[in-house]
């Protein structure tokens, strides 16, 4: 018995939490939902959605596709703009497609972009210890000065 008590439980907390995010503007959605993947949070919109029909309502496919589009992160702007041109013709099996590739291609660009700060970042450090008489090569071997 707990464990079905346990499942309702979990089902009744997820329904509550997307709603209440459902009612946020995207602003404030944007706050509480940084921290999750796109395709995580599709996901759990998704659940909400089967558990509304579950219960007996309905939800056209085309209604669920519009509403995962609004809710994507402002990050996401140009993207949105393009889904929105496509929404009537598109399921949501292809919507998730796209916006996995889509979430994949970021987050790509995003670890190249922090591979390449980290390689300038170090290619400019410099000794600034005490002037000896020598120059430093940035490969740390020293080499004899000329002196004018």
Known sequence: ?????????????????GYTLGGLS????DVYEINKS???QIHELQMIMNLIISEG????E???????????????KECRKE???NKDAMTMQELVKY?????NYQNFNLDRLKLDDNKSSKALVVDHGSF??????LDGQASASTNR
Not at 5 to 17: A, I, L, N
């Open 1 to 17: 018995m707990k464990q079905k008590q346990k499942q309702k439980w979990g089902e009744d907390d997820t329904y509550c939490k």
């Open 26 to 29: 995207d602003t404030l959605y």
């Open 38 to 40: 796109v395709i995580t």
């Open 57 to 60: 309502h309905s939800l056209d």
């Open 62 to 76: 085309s209604f669920q596709v519009s509403t995962i589009i609004s809710k994507l992160p402002l990050a996401w």
């Open 83 to 85: 889904l929105k041109q």
């Open 99 to 103: 916006i996995q590739v889509e979430e």
């Open 132 to 137: 000896s008489g020598t120059k430093r090569k």
